[in-house]
């Protein structure tokens, strides 16, 4: 028996923003962001729009690709930072716009580790016969929480949803192992106060230095490179499966360099390693499952292949899951 993705479904605000149009009131260039960090563009959530919304879109898709529809759920874990409200919980405004009532619906705060943890989260639920069929969501939308005049920053984040449909079922296909880790020592490597994506959108915050995300960049990336490294190896161990063995690595779109060194130390040629950053930008808990939704579009990922997801992010907090597809 195992806990299987079935079907994904992502969506996006309606705004993409160039580099070129940053260049406009930033120090900054396209040539810059892109070659220290492999972005293009990214969305941008409006005053207007939800992100909930955007999360239910994602929601939906994946649903009817699933052929099964809200009324089928046994629970929805979304992995997200930007809810609207401190609470109710961003699960729960998801669970109303899809008309599942009843059925537990719940947040895992991990930042850009966020689907990593909520995958592992309904595997282990499944594996103790608590649910059958899950609706996993990454969910953010941190370009709300930039300090826009932080180059250094405000530069990285785009929002976004992506979604899967779990279902435990006989058979060999399905997540093998899971590895998650964190450490709150290091929590002020990424960090931001208490404040929602709401307020920003609705500008009653001006996001400067004190209310803005703040980030030690060059720090950030050695650890992320090491901890993504070895979470990669010690999944794989667990799983009992060779790293050459892996057929793609669907990893969290933080910054082309990282994604490439982690790959390098692993031994991973570029052909097995899945990058969308250069449209989307870090989209923190949506960029796993975004990138998982369009690595099926494009034909990367094959019944029984060896797909490995890994992330770090806020927190600290990294992980890995390892999935016979
Ligand atoms: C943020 C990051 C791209 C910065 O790259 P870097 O090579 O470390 O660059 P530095 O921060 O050392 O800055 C180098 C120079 O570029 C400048 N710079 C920073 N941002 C810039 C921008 N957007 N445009 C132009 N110049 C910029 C800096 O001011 C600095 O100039 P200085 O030396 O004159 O002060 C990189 O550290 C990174 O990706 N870290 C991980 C961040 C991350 O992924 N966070 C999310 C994890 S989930």
């Given at each position: ?7 994904t479904?992502?969506?996006l ?6 580099n070129?149009e ?5 120090e ?5 962001i ?5 972005i ?6 409006r005053s207007?729009?939800e ?12 649903l009817?690709r699933?052929?099964m ?5 046994d629970?929805?874990?979304v992995g997200?930072?930007?809810?609207e409200f401190?609470?109710?919980s961003?699960?729960?405004q ?9 059925i537990p ?11 990593i943890?909520?995958?592992?989260v309904a595997?282990a639920?499944m ?5 059958k069929?899950v609706?996993?969501?990454?969910a ?7 300090d826009w005049s932080?180059r250094r920053?405000?530069v990285l984040f785009?929002?976004?949803?992506g979604?899967?449909?779990?279902v ?8 093998l192992a899971?590895?998650?880790h964190?450490s709150?020592k290091?929590?002020d ?7 929602g994506v ?12 004190t209310?803005a995300?703040k980030m030690k ?5 050695k650890?992320a490179v090491?901890?993504?490294?070895e979470?990669?190896?010690?999944v794989a ?5 060779k790293l050459?063995?892996v ?7 933080a910054?082309?360099r990282?994604?490439?060194?982690v790959?390098?130390r692993?031994g991973?040629?570029?052909e097995?390693?899945?990058?969308n950053i250069?449209r989307?930008g870090n989209?923190s ?8 939704d369009?690595?099926?579009e494009?034909g990367r990922?094959h019944?029984?292949d060896?797909v490995?997801?890994n ?5 600290l907090?990294?992980?890995?899951n390892?999935?016979?597809?």
């Amino acid at each position: 028996m195992g806990s299987r993705i079935v079907a994904t479904g992502r969506a996006l605000p309606r705004t993409s923003v160039t580099n070129h149009e940053l260049e406009r009131f930033m120090e900054t260039s396209d040539e810059w962001i892109r070659s220290r960090t492999g972005i293009g563009c990214r969305y941008t959530l409006r005053s207007g729009e939800e992100l909930a919304e955007i999360a239910t879109e994602a929601s939906r898709s994946a649903l009817s690709r699933a052929g099964m529809t809200a009324a089928d759920l046994d629970a929805i874990i979304v992995g997200t930072v930007s809810s609207e409200f401190a609470f109710p919980s961003f699960a729960c405004q998801v669970q109303t716009r899809l008309g599942a009532d009843s059925i537990p619906a719940y947040d895992v705060a991990a930042a850009c580790s966020g689907f990593i943890y909520a995958l592992s989260v309904a595997d282990a639920h499944m594996r103790a016969g608590d649910f059958k069929k899950v609706l996993l969501v990454g969910a953010d939308a941190l370009s709300t929480f930039v300090d826009w005049s932080d180059r250094r920053t405000s530069v990285l984040f785009g929002d976004g949803a992506g979604a899967a449909v779990m279902v435990f079922e006989p058979g060999s296909r399905g997540v093998l192992a899971s590895l998650l880790h964190s450490s709150g020592k290091h929590w002020d490597l990424l960090s931001l106060r208490a404040t929602g994506v709401r307020a920003t959108l609705d500008s009653e915050i001006r996001r400067d230095g004190t209310d803005a995300i703040k980030m030690k960049g060059p720090e950030l990336f050695k650890i992320a490179v090491k901890s993504m490294e070895e979470v990669s190896r010690r999944v794989a161990e667990r799983a009992g499966i060779k790293l050459e063995d892996v057929s793609l690595v669907v990893g969290h779109q933080a910054n082309q360099r990282i994604i490439s060194a982690v790959a390098d130390r692993l031994g991973l040629p570029a052909e097995k390693v899945f990058m969308n950053i250069e449209r989307y930008g870090n989209t923190s808990a949506g960029s796993v499952p975004i990138a998982l939704d369009e690595a099926l579009e494009q034909g990367r990922i094959h019944d029984n292949d060896l797909v490995m997801l890994n992330a770090c992010g806020g927190g600290l907090t990294w992980g890995a899951n390892l999935l016979r597809w």
